[in-house]
T-cell receptor
């Protein structure tokens, strides 16, 4: 158990809908990262938040957004969902967000868009 | 970082054999190289990492080697066991040092 929690574990929805994925980092960690994992693309970095502020953006679509709250949990919002958004979504946390730190991954949310 | 190539994509070995997975990176300033193991239905878990000030690091049956000149690093697993079967990912920092770029993964199958 990494100490990172994600809810829900599974999510099934329809095209055009909007969903929210939630992540709670390990106790004491200030950074949260979001990744998308699909079969053909591996682990794709989406976005990084540090202590409530956006620090880096990766291959995140404009339909996707995220935020980190004062209690340090983070939410990833996916809107106007398309079939191709079906994937595993992971969040990871680290202590301060520098690149040489270990990132601890949560168990993921499996999203299926029908 | 920025581009991390990982080979092979699949690897099948017999129990007790060694397994080697290789990664190359493009950013010569990269200085941290972790390896993650992902079992079915779980999130990736760090198994070993290496920083650029050393060339090799070992932890029991697992070792990682780093060649900064050639910009590649490798994961070595000795005396493989069926429970080593999983997907393994290498990673390196992006140029800004704000995120990790992951290789596409290697599916390791260890048969008994």
């Amino acid at each position: 158990d990494s100490g990172v929690t994600q809810t829900p574990k599974h999510l099934i929805t329809a095209t055009g809908q909007r969903v929210t994925l939630r992540c709670s980092p390990r106790s004491g960690d200030l950074s949260v990262y979001w990744y998308q994992q699909s079969l053909d693309q591996g682990l794709q970095f989406l976005i990084h938040y540090y202590n409530g502020e956006e620090r880096a953006k990766g291959n995140i679509l404009e339909r996707f957004s995220a935020q980190q709250f004062p209690d340090l949990h983070s939410e990833l919002n996916l809107s106007s969902l398309e079939l191709g958004d079906s994937a595993l979504y992971f969040c990871a946390s680290s202590a301060s967000g520098i690149s040489q730190e270990t990132q601890y991954f949560g168990p993921g949310t499996r999203l299926l868009v029908l | 970082g920025e581009n991390v190539e990982q080979h092979p994509s699949t690897l099948s070995v017999q129990e007790g054999d060694s397994a080697v997975i290789k990664c190359t990176y493009s950013d010569s300033a990269s200085n941290y190289f972790p390896w993650y193991k992902q079992e079915l239905g779980k999130g990736p878990q760090l198994i070993i990492d290496i920083r650029s000030n050393v060339g090799e690091k070992k932890d029991q049956r697992i070792a990682v080697t780093l060649n900064k000149t050639a910009k590649h690093f490798s994961l070595h697993i000795t005396e493989t066991q069926p429970e080593d079967s999983a997907v393994y990912f290498c990673a390196a920092p992006n140029q800004a040092g704000t995120a990790l770029i992951f290789g596409k993964g290697t599916t390791l199958s260890v048969s008994s």
